[in-house]
T-cell receptor, first 113, second 115 residues
């Protein structure tokens, strides 16, 4: 049972454009929501994370928007670059599950020159 | 430094072999994790260790045997694996104490092929 639903499955964006990936969850016990970037053959790298008491968090070109009432959160990549081409995973965790991450299915992002 | 190291990078083993995967971190984290990732899928949790004790076992078959000899090291012992166990095995670590940052950092993984 997928506890975090992620869309779209794949995304093509032109260089300089905005990439938007969305995630939704059902379990209101989740209290930590990170995004990971993964290149082929590499481990996931933590990009940015948010807690539900904050509606938006920005780090460089990456922004998380969080809507607690809708149980949705999204990643925006501004000024997308070809080097951003990777698979992106949203995730959620809660304290009483050992902080283990529940991942979305992933979004394969391709940024074209 | 947010580095988690894993060895070996690649491992090919037969179904009757015994091998071990190793993971190390020096961030002072007291929680360590094993995840399994199949191609084009998200990582799936296998085990969680906190303060060197097994906290969570996600109903993983006994042919996978984790071990946490100290707060910096995590091993995964493999025995009598099946070809469907071929995957990328990821180690991760994080703080465990309430009030500490929740960031979980992953190693580069071990690409395991079972023949």
């Amino acid at each position: 049972q997928q506890q975090v639903k992620q869309s779209p499955q794949s995304l093509i964006v032109q260089k300089g454009g905005i990439s938007i990936i969305n995630c939704a969850y059902e379990n209101t016990a989740f209290d930590y929501f990170p995004w990971y970037q993964q290149f082929p053959g590499k481990g996931p790298a933590l990009l940015i994370a948010i807690r539900p008491d904050v509606s938006e968090k920005k780090e460089g070109r990456f922004t998380i928007s969080f809507n607690k009432s809708a149980k949705q959160f999204s990643l925006h990549i501004m000024d997308s670059q070809p080097g951003d081409s990777a698979t992106y995973f949203c995730a959620a965790s809660r304290v009483n599950s050992g902080y283990a991450l529940n991942f979305g299915k992933g979004t394969s992002l391709l940024v074209t020159p | 430094d947010t580095e988690v190291t894993q060895t070996p990078k690649h491992l090919v083993m037969g179904m009757t072999n015994k091998k071990s995967l190793k993971c190390e971190q020096h961030m002072g984290h007291r929680a360590m994790y094993w995840y399994k990732q199949k191609a084009k899928k998200p990582p799936e949790l296998m085990f969680v260790y906190s303060y060197e004790k097994l906290s969570i076992n996600e109903s993983v078959p006994s042919r996978f045997s984790p071990e946490c000899p100290n707060s910096s090291l995590l091993n995964l012992h493999l025995h009598a694996l099946q070809p469907e166990d071929s995957a990328l095995y990821l180690c991760a670590s994080s703080h465990w104490t309430s009030g500490r940052p929740r960031e979980q950092y992953f190693g580069p993984g071990t690409r395991l092929t079972v023949t």
